[in-house]
């Protein structure tokens, strides 16, 4: 069973910045995709950035240019790094990760980022 530790959220003040880790417990090699999602209160879950095996990524329209997900095959870690943070950011935040050919997949569980105004 594949497990995902996330780890980095906090309260911060608008404007300032966080970055997220998410640890998987197997060969980073044999993921394909990693993403980080968030779930504002009353709110369904959304995909926040998602990046592939291959490096190619895709963020959502309200973080185009203030978050940056990355992978470091090497720890076997995804990062989400969040710039310019806003009170609207604020959210749970889940990591995730599925296998190749849609094996497996696997959600973290979960870390909650706060933004004060």
């Known amino acids: 069973q594949v497990q995902l530790v996330e780890s980095g959220g906090g309260l911060v003040q608008a404007g300032g910045s966080l970055r997220l880790s998410c640890v998987v417990s197997?060969?980073?090699?044999?993921?394909?995709?990693m993403a980080w999602y968030r779930q504002a209160l009353g709110k369904q879950r959304e995909l926040v950035a998602r990046?592939?095996?291959?490096?190619?990524?895709n963020y959502a329209d309200s973080v185009k240019g203030r978050f940056t997900i990355s992978r470091d095959n090497a720890k076997s870690t995804a990062y989400l790094q969040m710039n310019s943070l806003k009170p609207e950011d604020t959210a749970v935040y889940y990591c995730?990760?599925?296998?190749?050919?849609?094996?497996?997949?696997?959600w973290g569980q979960g870390t909650q980022v706060t933004v004060s105004s």
């Open positions: 995730y990760a599925d296998g190749f050919g849609g094996t497996w997949l696997a």
């Open positions: 197997r060969n980073i090699g044999s993921v394909n995709v």
């Open positions: 990046i592939t095996s291959g490096g190619s990524t």
